[in-house]
């Protein structure tokens, strides 16, 4: 896999980013940036044990005493943040929730923003911290809708202000069955832990950057696929080896980032000083699985994929530009499409002609 650079180098190539939960599918693309822009990172997991593969994989791709793990079991626990952030310029988090099925919004939502929270004040208590990137959802800000239900409607015009308090109040509806809040509680939990991010932040003023990344379908490769389930990335997988066909029809159309572009998208946020309190919206173009069967049928023409319904494309309008401009601002040419995201993704598995 080919390194990509950060125009300009960095000044220091000595400054140490943090990455929580760095074994996860985006979190350990935003270490990969970091490294390969030449900077150093630590990273969180809760079992060093179980994750010695990442750093050996970083140490063979960068060499030694680039990266390193840090083991924390409670992410809450008082003083815990203030050892790990030691030396560090920025923070990236980007563990969190991954869940889909929500039984308790409130309950989640406060154990998660109590170790959210511990993390904002031990950064901003420490005074080399000068950016902290956190990771959202595109569900904290819409539900995607099934097209043919809304195309007698305006399409929707999605702004960084704009909030999915729809879902919150279905979430929280005692008339609906488990069945009619459909994924409603999962999106009111990224929403009301975006929400209470950005409220903390108005109310510490903290000296540091703070920016929030939203992304919603991630594809493209995986950095070990031997060990990572690969999450999105991980139904593409499936789905080319004619599983998961159920779960691909219930999903609708939406859009979707490539992994690599997910963390380039933290790099600049914590690179740039100029992006600050920003929405940024990881969302690279619309797709759909029907779509994407198209492209594997002509990626690999010896292969034999069902047959999906066209539910046609998500007729909401997000506000991506920024994201794109900061792609740019590292070299890059714009967004990593959706057939070299699709062939990336299988062919980290599999190298097909």
């Known amino acids: 896999m080919a390194r990509d650079l950060l125009f300009p180098p960095p000044k220091s190539p000595n400054t ?49 005493n680039r990266f390193g793990l840090v083991q924390l079991n409670d992410f809450s626990a008082e003083g815990a943040w203030e050892v790990t952030l030691q030396g560090v310029s920025g923070v990236a988090s980007v563990a969190g ?31 080399s911290v000068k ?37 919150v109040l279905k979430a929280a509806d005692p008339t609906l069955s488990k069945e009619e809040r459909g994924l409603a509680p999962f999106a009111a939990v990224k929403v009301k832990v975006e929400r209470a991010c950005w409220e903390w932040v108005e109310r510490e003023k903290p000296r540091f950057t703070f920016n929030t990344v939203l992304a919603d379908t991630v594809l493209g490769p995986i ?22 066909y159920e779960m691909v029809r219930k999903t609708l159309p939406q859009w979707f980032v490539d992994s690599r572009d997910a963390g380039r998208l933290h790099l600049v946020a914590l690179t740039d000083p100029t992006i600050n309190r920003r929405r940024i ?5 619309r797709y759909s699985w029907y779509r994407i069967v198209q492209i ?21 309008e997000l506000p991506n530009a920024l994201a794109g401009e900061m792609l740019k601002s590292i070299g890059r040419p714009g967004w990593v499409p959706l057939e070299e995201s699709v062939k990336a993704n299988i062919e980290c598995y599999y190298q097909l002609a």
């Open 16 to 64: 140490i980013f943090l990455v929580t939960g760095v074994n996860g599918l985006i979190a350990s693309h935003v270490a990969d940036q970091l490294l390969a822009a030449g900077y150093r990172v630590r990273g969180t997991v809760r079992d060093i044990s179980r994750c010695e593969w990442l750093a050996q994989h970083f140490a063979n791709r960068y060499g030694a």
């Open 97 to 127: 929730p991954s869940y889909l099925d929500v039984d308790d919004v409130d309950c989640i939502v406060a154990s998660e923003l109590k170790w959210f929270f511990a993390l904002l004040s031990a950064a901003k208590k420490t005074s």
């Open 131 to 167: 950016s902290f990137s956190f990771t959202s959802s595109i569900w904290a800000a819409y539900t995607p809708t099934n097209p043919s239900s809304s195309s007698f409607l305006p399409p929707r015009n999605v702004t960084e202000s704009t909030w999915n308090d729809e879902a």
């Open 223 to 244: 950095l070990a696929p031997d060990f990572q389930r690969g999450s999105t990335a991980g139904m593409l997988l499936r789905l080319f080896e004619g599983k998961d």
């Open 281 to 285: 919206f990881a969302c690279a173009e």
């Open 296 to 316: 594997l049928r002509r990626l690999y023409p010896n292969h034999i994929f069902a047959d999906l319904d066209d539910q046609g494309w998500d007729q909401t």
